[in-house]
């Protein structure tokens, strides 16, 4: 069973303007989340990451917002630029410091110039 | 350079023939973990090693065996492979004893298995 669903495996978006990646996640006990980016022919490379008590973290242009009702997360990119272009994954844990993540299924971002 | 290595990148093997894939960082990093990347499922946890002798399963261990001598070293060991072992294998490293540090991940090794 997927405990973390990322339900658009791809989505393309105007340079300059706000690409926005949707994850759920289906198990009540996570509450640190992670976004992960990967270009091809490459691991994956943090991006960002949002603890439980919080509902919003900023990074540049990369602003994570948790809805822990909802169990949904959003990963917001304003301006949109080419080098953004590349597979996103999201990933949660049962809280920081535990040992396993669980990673989604990834959403395949195009920015058209 | 800090970085995570694996090696072979690329392998082509036949069912049952044992195989090791390896995994060395320069990091002094304590975690260290392996993950699948299978097309519609993601990045699938393997195994994970907290330290040194410490390794504990992931979500799909089956197949497979680690295990952790040195710090540097997390090697991953097909016994026998089978075809749906097919896949893009990532290792991951990072500072502190926990999946929520930032990992940093090798470069990927594409398995084939016939």
């Known amino acids: 069973d997927q405990q973390v669903k990322q339900n658009s495996p791809s989505l393309s978006v105007q340079e300059g303007r706000i690409s926005i990646l949707n994850c759920d996640y289906t198990?009540?006990?996570?509450?640190?989340f992670l976004w992960y980016k990967k270009y091809p022919a490459e691991g994956p490379t943090f991006l960002i990451s949002?603890?439980?008590?919080?509902d919003k973290n900023e990074d540049g242009r990369f602003t994570v917002f948790l809805n822990k009702s909802a169990k949904h997360l959003s990963l917001h990119i304003v301006p949109s630029q080419p080098g953004d272009s590349a597979v996103y994954f999201c990933?949660?844990?049962?809280?920081?410091?535990?040992?396993?993540?669980?990673f989604g299924t990834g959403t395949r971002l195009t920015i058209i110039p | 350079e800090a970085q995570v290595t694996q090696n072979p990148r690329y392998l082509i093997t036949v069912t049952g023939k044992k195989l090791t894939v390896t995994c060395s960082q320069n990091m002094n990093h304590e975690y260290m973990s392996w993950y699948r990347q299978d097309p519609g499922l993601g990045l699938r946890q393997i195994y994970y090693s907290m330290n040194v002798e410490v390794t504990d399963k992931g979500d799909v261990p089956e197949g497979y065996k680690v295990s952790r001598k040195e710090k540097r070293n997390f090697p991953l060991i097909l016994e026998s492979p089978s075809p749906n072992q097919t896949s893009l294998y990532f290792c991951?490293?990072?500072?502190?004893?926990?999946?929520?540090?930032?990992?940093?991940f090798g470069p990927g090794t594409r398995l084939t298995v016939l």
């Open positions: 990933a949660a844990s049962e809280d920081f410091g535990n040992e396993k993540l669980t």
């Open positions: 949002i603890s439980s008590i919080k």
């Open positions: 198990n009540s006990m996570f509450d640190y």
């Open positions: 991951a490293s990072s500072f502190l004893s926990s999946g929520t540090d930032t990992q940093y």
